[in-house]
Structures are given as structure tokens and as C-alpha cells.
């Protein structure tokens, strides 16, 4: 099991930019496929982007994040990055990070079993 711990989130304009960091403890991290997800006020925990072990272009993006998020990830670190560029009101929501024991990156929710307790990202009109 890896423990994960958000960090990152703020209050921003719309246009602006974030960095979300996602410190993991813990000697499985390098081996698991790391993702992002969000969830908005009142509606269900979606999925954002996703990373497989070794990173580079082994990436996944939801269509409504794409060329505008980057994942990354630094093993030596044992760090998760999600990059929030051109930030827009409907991208309002807590931001999670998860882990999964699968040998690859996965766009589903319960592909996922290691969760942190979120950071909110609020981004004003």
C-alpha cells in the first residue's frame, strides 16, 4: 500500500496556472501506475490523467483536460505532478491522486486503491 498526500491547490483567475504535487510514501510508488482525478460540488469523482511506471509518453488525458494538464512523475522523489495550464471555472474541484496495483495506467476509477484526501483547486470568472 503507498500513502499519498496532495498538495498544490489554491485559488486562481480563470487563464491562470497550478502545480499539484502528490508526495507518496511508501517502497511501491515506482512501481505503480499514478492517476489524477477531480471532483466538482455535487457531482461524481471523474478522471483527469494517469501515468504508467515509467512515465514519458506512457501518459492518459481526459478529453476536457488534454493540451492543457501535463502528468508527471519523479521515482527518485517519489512524486506525482499534475501541471494545470489555462485554468477555466469548470475546472473547479478537489484533486486527487491514486495509486493502483495494475501493471498499467488506467482511465477507471476502480482501477485505483491508494488514495489521498485531495486538494481543492477554485478558479474564479
Known amino acids: 500500500q503507498v500513502q499519498l498526500v496532495e498538495s498544490g491547490g489554491g485559488l486562481v483567475q480563470a487563464g491562470g496556472s497550478l502545480r499539484l504535487s502528490c508526495a507518496a510514501s511508501?517502497?511501491?510508488?515506482?512501481?505503480?501506475?499514478m492517476g489524477w482525478f477531480r471532483q466538482a460540488p455535487g457531482k461524481e469523482r471523474v478522471f483527469v490523467a494517469a501515468?504508467?511506471?515509467?512515465?514519458?509518453?506512457?501518459?492518459l488525458y481526459s478529453d476536457s483536460v488534454k493540451a492543457r494538464f501535463t502528468i508527471s512523475r519523479d521515482n527518485a522523489e517519489n512524486r506525482l505532478y499534475l501541471q494545470l495550464n489555462n485554468l477555466t471555472p469548470e475546472d473547479t474541484a478537489v484533486y486527487y491522486c491514486?495509486?493502483?496495483?495494475?501493471?498499467?495506467?488506467?482511465?477507471?476509477?476502480?482501477?485505483?486503491?491508494?488514495w489521498g484526501q485531495g486538494t481543492q483547486v477554485t478558479v474564479s470568472s
Open positions: 511508501g517502497r511501491t510508488f515506482s512501481t505503480s501506475p
Open positions: 501515468i504508467n511506471k515509467i512515465g514519458g509518453s506512457s501518459t
Open positions: 491514486a495509486a493502483s496495483p495494475w501493471r498499467y495506467a488506467s482511465t477507471s476509477i476502480e482501477s485505483y486503491t491508494s
